[in-house]
């Protein structure tokens, strides 16, 4: 499926000013998450949404929306009625993996029974709480990982997007291999996912290319998105790295044209 480019998205400005995003306490609760996630006066408008490269409802950027809820549709018909976690990689960097997986979060997110996590698992080059306009004051997943006790609530920030949250991969890191092969990440995981049964959580993973990570990424997640760089990524690059992930978690293969 080709998502086409971020630069699709127009720089019209609007009146209104830029929505500060809020750190949000994650409450328990014994019901359904959804009504936890509203945003409130902090609700990006569209065009805020287009600066922040982001697809929405209106109709200046509906052939980019169809195409991420064309790979939600798919992601839905292969896991049946319950959540799921997908990963998503490029081939190479700078081949819009990260453009693919917030916008796919925002895609579950337009439906109101469905609730998103984004987490920032790119660990050498976090930069989903830039493109989301998120400041992290109080760290992200390494923080987590490293500090268990803090409690996974104080990672989870709001978006300015309905029902979509983000774990901001925290302090950057070379090697991620080991904190995501954790017991601790595995269990965060686990707990995310089976709280609340409306959560679709998305993995922004590294580049194939170059990392061990998004292999090992992949033994956490029961999807993967494979995101390819229209024109940039070569028939034999692609190949390479879709022979690293297990067939039957592979869900298919995403082509962006990125500047």
Known sequence: MNTQDENVFTNRRDHKP???????DE??????????????DHALVPAQLEQRRMIHREDSVRRQSDAFR????????LAGAQNFITLVV??????????????????????????SLLIDCNLRYPNQHKA????????????Y?????????????????????????????????EFFSSFRMRAMLDSLRCRYADRYLFLDGPAVNGSPDARILSDLADFVVVVVGYGRDTPAAVNQAVANFDSSKLAGVVFNQSA
Do not use: C
Not at 27 to 40: D, K, V
Not at 70 to 76: D, M, Q, S, W, Y
Not at 99 to 113: G, S, T
């Open 132 to 143: 989301l306009g998120v400041e992290p004051e109080k760290g992200g997943l390494i923080e």
């Open 27 to 40: 409450t328990p609760s014994t019901g359904h998450s959804i009504a936890l996630m509203t945003e409130g």
């Open 145 to 177: 990982l490293e500090h268990p006790i803090r409690g996974i609530k104080s990672i989870i920030y709001q978006t300015g997007i309905p029902r979509l949250r983000l774990v901001p991969a925290g302090t950057s890191r070379e090697n991620g291999g």
């Open 90 to 115: 490029s081939v190479s960097p700078h081949s819009g993996g990260s453009f693919v997986a917030r916008n796919l979060a925002a895609a579950f997110a337009f439906d109101e029974a469905k609730t």
């Open 70 to 77: 064309g790979i939600r549709t798919r992601l839905l018909e």
């Open 18 to 24: 830029d929505a500060s995003v809020r750190h949000i």
